[in-house]
């Protein structure tokens, strides 16, 4: 068992009952301390833990890893590291917050290192450098399917031989909390005109996982689905704004652009794969035999639960789908094997998203174009309004947690405003 995840670790930092970040969970994110000082951070309970200053004061001593990696302002550096020193700075920080370990606990440096939560901003943990977002839930690629062809064609060809994706913008990519401004573009709501430009009228949200990868091997190896554990850092939340207007009419023959590209939201804590570890389950099963490089062996699949909740100026939040990872048909280690098939590099910070995470029940599906049936069956708001699709002024929000044995590990939340058009 990897140290930091043993159940029966308690720390001296209090975690309050229900907490996504009980000392197993270890997350790694960027934290503006102090209103201007910037380094690498991690939770346990409802507190920020500054590494770069424990790292200043000698507590984090471990082969290969300088203090300099903690005290910068993106994980890129620990990223280009390996899963031995991700694991071994998990282990040492589980020891230093043991609540039997007196080493920090009883010193006055455990006031200079440990925050409220509220008084840390918490920043874009990575610099993404590339972006690729897979396609990779059955259910939702059936109902998108249907939607727009029809049920008995709702699945192209490929879909249950290879993993879906599409090259995405890295550029946009924000944090949670950054407020979202509705993108304008081309669209031809009549198709017996010619097409429009103006605000996007059909703005949705779209439930995903997004995994940071580290450093992958070079241009023109691959890495196989035995190795690709080794290659994955963590997860994060991850919605997926997408212009659906926008992205019908511009879509053929090339996929996804502007109606994708003016925004994507992430979570500000990146939850370790080894932390993930307990909550692994067995993949779905294959409905066609697949080629021997995407064959997955063991318990690849997590059972992650995952929620939105969408609010206004005028109620507080309301839930309005549940759904889980365990709804993936394609699981990360196959998707970083189809990736790097073709020889292509992944490089520390990349980021791979799941595509939208859809159940099998109404409730459970993982965007307002599925939840409404393409603005056919509006949502009930508490004011009495309803949503065919997000509103100005709406929020939304993308919340997960694991949970197994009485040990919870989870991500907090990733939320977005949506501001007016300019």
């Not at 994507?264 to 066609?288: G, H, K, M, N, Y």
Request: glycine share 8%; proline share 6%.
């Amino acid at each position: 068992m990897i140290k930091a995840n043993n159940p029966k670790l308690r720390s001296w930092i209090k975690v309050p009952e229900n907490s996504d970040f009980p000392i197993q969970n270890i997350p790694f994110g960027i934290g503006r301390f102090d209103t201007s000082r910037e380094a690498v951070a991690t939770r346990i309970g409802d507190s920020v833990i500054d590494l770069g200053q424990l790292a200043s004061k000698a507590y984090l001593q471990i082969d290969g890893i300088d203090a300099s990696l903690l005290q910068s302002n993106s994980l890129n550096p620990l990223l280009e590291l390996n899963k031995a020193h991700w694991r071994a700075l998990r282990d040492r920080l589980s020891e230093l917050f043991n609540e039997n370990n007196p080493e920090l606990r009883d010193s006055e440096d455990a006031r200079l290192v440990v925050y409220p939560l509220k008084s840390v901003e918490m920043l874009m943990p990575v610099r993404v450098g590339d972006y690729t977002d897979f396609y990779a839930s059955k259910e939702h690629a059936t109902n998108v399917g249907t939607m727009f062809r029809s049920k008995e064609n709702a699945l192209m060809p490929n879909w249950l031989h290879l993993p879906v994706g599409y090259h995405g913008r890295a550029s946009s990519i924000v944090v949670s909390g950054t407020e979202i401004r509705r993108p304008k573009g081309q669209m031809r709501p009549d198709p017996e005109a010619a097409p429009v430009f103006g605000a996007c009228r059909l703005l949705d949200f779209e439930l995903e996982m997004g995994c940071i990868v580290g450093a992958g091997k070079a241009l023109g190896e691959r890495i196989t689905t035995e190795e690709a554990d080794d290659y994955v850092f963590g997860f994060v939340l991850f919605n997926d704004w997408s212009a659906r207007d926008i992205q019908k009419w511009e879509y053929v023959p090339l996929g996804p652009f502007l109606g994708k590209s003016f925004a994507s939201s992430i979570s500000p804590w990146i939850v370790t794969l080894d932390a993930l570890l307990p909550f692994r389950i067995p993949p779905q099963e294959r409905e066609v035999p697949i080629l021997p490089y995407l064959e997955s062996k063991g318990d690849k699949a997590m059972d992650i639960n995952l929620e939105v909740l969408l609010g206004s100026d005028s109620f507080e939040p309301i839930s309005i789908s549940k759904s889980n990872y365990k709804n993936m048909y394609w699981s990360i280690d196959q998707q970083v094997a189809h990736h790097t098939v073709n020889g292509c590099n992944l490089k520390a910070g990349d980021m791979l998203a799941s595509g939208t995470i859809s159940g099998t029940t109404p409730d459970s599906y993982g965007s307002m174009l599925e939840l409404t049936w393409r603005g056919s069956k509006p949502l009930s708001m508490p004011d009495g309004s309803e949503r065919k699709f997000i509103q100005d002024g709406d929020t939304i929000i993308l919340r997960g947690y694991a949970e197994k044995d009485g040990l919870r590990i989870g991500f907090g939340e990733v939320s977005g405003k949506v501001l007016p058009a300019h």
